[in-house]
């Protein structure tokens, strides 16, 4: 055999030991444009946190295909990713459970705290411990004010004595289990704004008088009767607490604003005056829901004669 037949033959063998792996690169070269090479796989640094296997792709021609071993793991959360999830469902439903335990409180039970609240507060001991305004008007109002402390009154001097250029000032004096701190910022926040528990806690067993200098001496004595039940027995309590059950009435009636009212004149040793009782619903004096309509507000007034 020449040497060129044994070449030749030396060729064949070899392609025929080979011709399965080029016949398989030849099908995938099949798809590439004509003088394009074939690019080799390449494969991203590191591991995605999410996959299993390395990210790699593999491009032939104008196609590249990418590994799709994360569309086949499974669809589980981590168990840190449950516990951190359960934990904030858990936190969520107690939040939750308490807002609407709060809500429905708020609904369902505070009437019936303030209707208890309001009952209480009726019913609470306290005493009014009444001025008689015909002994106090003869004297000045740096002696009204040392009689009314020494008393042992708990004031509450909403004018206080020697701010007015004319003279006189305002004075409250509040009830014996109210400190002047709490009723304070009940005078502060506004009676109008109280519950009604609240504003017959300020009000029953306190007073407030009004002394002024301006045209002549006279004094006012105003509070909250919740005993008397009706109008006609308001009035006549106010006229037994400043000694005028046995006074002259002048002139009674309802006047202009609603007020019903008896007036006269007194003579004691002090002097001669003036002196008016008028009662009207509380609910007409203060925009307060829940007030008991056998309220009133109850005004005394003397005046000295010119």
């Known amino acids: 055999m020449t040497q060129d037949e044994n070449l030749r033959d030396s060729v064949d063998s070899t392609e025929a030991a080979t011709s399965p792996a080029e016949e398989a690169r030849r099908r995938k070269a099949s798809h590439a444009r004509s003088g394009e090479a074939e690019m080799p796989p390449t494969r991203r640094a590191g591991f995605h946190p999410l996959a299993r296997e390395p990210k790699s792709t593999v491009q032939i021609g104008d196609v590249r295909y990418y590994d799709g071993a994360e569309l086949s793991r499974p669809l589980e959360m981590p168990p840190r990713v449950k516990a951190i999830m359960l934990a904030a469902m858990v936190v969520a439903a107690v939040v939750g459970c308490l807002f609407l335990g709060r809500y429905f409180d708020q609904i369902m039970n505070e009437p019936i705290r303030q209707q208890q609240t309001l009952q209480d507060n009726l019913a609470r001991e306290v005493s009014y411990d009444f001025p008689l305004l015909s002994s106090l ?73 009004t002394v002024t200098r301006k045209n002549g001496d006279d004094m006012r004595l105003r509070y909250a009767d919740f005993a008397s039940g009706t109008i006609e027995k308001a009035v006549q309590g106010a006229m037994q607490v400043e000694g005028l059950e046995n006074a002259e009435v002048t002139d009674s009636g309802v006047d202009d604003s609603g007020n019903t009212y008896q007036a006269g004149v007194v003579s004691t040793d002090n002097g001669t005056y003036n002196w008016r009782v008028s009662v009207i619903e509380l609910d007409e004096v203060y925009d307060i829901s829940g007030l008991p309509n056998t309220a009133f507000y109850v005004g005394i007034r003397f005046t000295a004669q010119a």
């Open 137 to 209: 008007m003869p004297l000045s109002d740096e002696e009204i004010m040392t009689a009314l402390t020494d008393a042992g009154y708990t004031l509450y001097e909403r004018t206080p004595v020697g701010t007015d250029p004319d003279g006189g000032f305002e004075v409250i004096k509040l009830p014996a289990d109210v400190s002047l701190e709490e009723a304070g910022l009940m005078y502060v926040q506004g009676i109008d704004k109280l519950s009604a528990g609240d504003a017959v806690k300020l009000l029953k067993g306190a007073w407030t008088l």
